[in-house]
């Protein structure tokens, strides 16, 4: 049981360039987030989904897609990367019923120069 | 607005002496509570959690936290620190399940 990995673990990216971070999950959550977290300020959430096929925008949605195709998967998209999209990217999941407990990936460290 | 208020930003405190980690939050009814710890490069783990009845409640690694809410305070304990300890703490609250709001960290330092 693996949890929640996230795919890739660093990247850096050039100002203009797209890519496409990975979550996956096995705990058959139904609920799957995306967070970034830059230093004093916590994490952010970024977008997230209540089920497969269905999205919705969080705090600081601008300039981030995302698609859950597939119950276990949600992908984070920037398709023109900007400088103040370095961070570290953080994807929860949790259950649809009761206690909000969320469990986090390992994160993904992106630099944007 | 709803939002959680981590007064520390950091913590530094000797191996074996006590911890007290502050958290304040402001919301009309009484939230789901959270504290998390996220070690240097690693993603967040809960360490423990309030939804109801008694107020002190006991995590994981020797931590307790204790919901006041007269105070609207959720702060977490530890008698005796060990050099592991040494991590970013997170108190976040659960408004709804699309809606965790998070405090902006304390980092705690542990001397030898």
């Known amino acids: 049981n693996a949890g929640v990995t996230q795919t890739p673990k660093f990247r850096v990216l050039k100002t203009g360039q797209s890519m496409t971070l990975l979550c996956a999950q096995d705990?058959?959550?139904?609920?799957m987030y995306w967070y970034r977290q830059d230093p004093g300020m916590g994490l952010r959430l970024i977008h997230y989904?209540?089920?497969?096929?269905?999205?919705a925008k969080g705090e600081v949605p601008d300039g981030y897609n995302v698609s859950r195709l597939k119950k276990q998967n949600f992908l984070l998209g920037l398709e023109s990367a900007a400088p103040s999209q370095t961070s570290v990217y953080f994807c929860a999941s949790s259950t649809r019923t009761g206690n909000y407990e969320q469990y986090f990936g390992p994160g993904t460290r992106l630099t944007v120069t | 607005a709803q939002s959680v208020t981590q007064p520390d930003i950091h913590i530094t405190v000797s191996e074996g002496a006590s911890l007290e980690l502050r958290c304040n939050y402001s919301?009309?009814?009484?939230?789901?509570l959270f504290w998390y710890v996220q070690s240097p490069g690693q993603g967040l783990q809960l360490l423990l959690k309030y939804f109801s009845g008694d107020t002190l409640v006991q995590g994981i690694k020797g931590f307790e936290a204790e919901f006041k809410r007269s105070q609207s305070s959720f702060n977490l304990r530890k008698p005796s620190v060990h050099w592991s300890d040494a991590a970013e703490y997170f108190c976040?609250?659960?408004?709804?399940?699309?809606?965790?709001?998070f405090g902006a960290g304390t980092r705690l330092t542990v001397k030898p």
């Open positions: 919301y009309g009814a009484t939230p789901y």
């Open positions: 705990m058959n959550h139904e609920y």
């Open positions: 989904s209540v089920g497969e096929g269905t999205t």
């Open positions: 976040a609250v659960g408004i709804n399940n699309n809606d965790m709001r």
